[in-house]
């Protein structure tokens, strides 16, 4: 390496450290983890849309579908934020124990209050009624949940175990990416339509109800 391109390298060094230190500091440290959050949000929704694409199950790009995952991206980056900083002020140990405990709660607490913030996120943004995020909740977040106890216990463990506290979030979203696609995926796929019967299904279907309904006919008695 030649000495300019050696000097180049340690400026971008120097400034990429500089960048580090303000970025990952206490006092920009939540602005830091909002823009992961939201990036990521977003990175996860346009990666599921490219699949369906590629699929042919929608036609284009939809840009306020991204957009609003990136909010929805915003508001549960704030929960991650101060979630995580409560966890580790009050349990600031990284004995097993503690780790274990700390794994429960996040799976037990927060998982299903970060779903619930997500849904009540996207209702607003689409709009819908109180009973439509409701009704949602109940067909997906369920799904989300189950999803969620397959990945989480074992990305916390290490997340508690051996990540710094200020990287708790970087890594949260960093693992929660291929989740970001699922969710993408759960929260905008589509009911299937009733299946529609056969012509001669539906006849046998109503020559039945038919017979079953025709009123029986007694024969005339005999004077």
Same mark, same amino acid.
């Given at each position: 390496?030649?000495?300019?391109?050696?000097?180049?390298?340690?400026? /971008?060094?120097?400034?990429?450290s500089?960048?580090?230190?303000i970025?990952?500091?206490?006092?920009?440290?939540?602005?830091?983890?909002?823009?992961?959050?939201?990036?990521?949000?977003?990175?996860?929704d346009?990666?599921?849309?490219?699949?369906?694409?590629?699929?042919?199950?929608?036609?284009?790009?939809?840009?306020?579908? !991204?957009?609003?995952m990136?909010?929805?991206?915003? !508001?549960?980056?704030? /929960?991650?934020?101060?979630?995580?900083?409560?966890?580790?002020?009050?349990y600031?140990?990284?004995?097993?124990? !503690?780790?274990?405990h700390?794994?429960?709660?996040?799976?037990?607490?927060?998982?299903?209050?970060?779903?619930? %913030?997500?849904?009540?996120?996207?209702?607003?943004?689409?709009?819908?009624t109180?009973?439509?995020v409701?009704?949602?909740?109940?067909?997906?977040?369920?799904?989300?949940?189950?999803?969620?106890?397959?990945?989480?216990? /074992?990305?916390?463990?290490?997340?508690?175990?051996?990540?710094?506290?200020?990287?708790?979030?970087?890594?949260?979203?960093?693992?929660?990416?291929?989740?970001? %696609?699922?969710?993408?995926?759960v929260?905008?796929?589509?009911?299937?339509?009733?299946?529609?019967?056969?012509?001669?299904?539906?006849?046998?279907?109503?020559?039945?109800?038919?017979?079953?309904?025709?009123?029986?006919?007694?024969?005339?008695?005999?004077?």
């Amino acid at each position: 390496m030649s000495m300019r391109n050696r000097e180049r390298w340690q400026k /971008v060094q120097m400034i990429l450290s500089r960048w580090h230190n303000i970025a990952f500091s206490k006092k920009f440290l939540l602005f830091t983890n909002l823009g992961i959050s939201i990036s990521l949000s977003m990175l996860g929704d346009t990666m599921e849309q490219s699949y369906e694409r590629f699929t042919g199950q929608i036609e284009g790009w939809d840009r306020t579908r !991204t957009l609003r995952m990136g909010i929805s991206g915003f !508001t549960v980056g704030i /929960v991650c934020h101060y979630w995580y900083q409560w966890l580790d002020y009050y349990y600031p140990k990284r004995t097993l124990k !503690t780790v274990v405990h700390k794994i429960l709660l996040d799976q037990f607490i927060c998982s299903p209050f970060y779903i619930g %913030v997500f849904f009540l996120t996207m209702g607003l943004l689409e709009d819908n009624t109180w009973e439509e995020v409701k009704e949602e909740i109940k067909d997906k977040a369920l799904i989300l949940y189950k999803a969620e106890w397959t990945v989480w216990p /074992v990305a916390q463990l290490i997340n508690f175990f051996f990540i710094s506290p200020k990287y708790r979030v970087l890594y949260d979203n960093t693992v929660s990416l291929g989740y970001d %696609v699922y969710t993408s995926r759960v929260k905008y796929k589509k009911k299937e339509p009733p299946k529609m019967l056969s012509n001669s299904t539906a006849l046998k279907i109503y020559k039945a109800h038919r017979n079953q309904t025709k009123p029986r006919q007694y024969p005339k008695k005999k004077m």
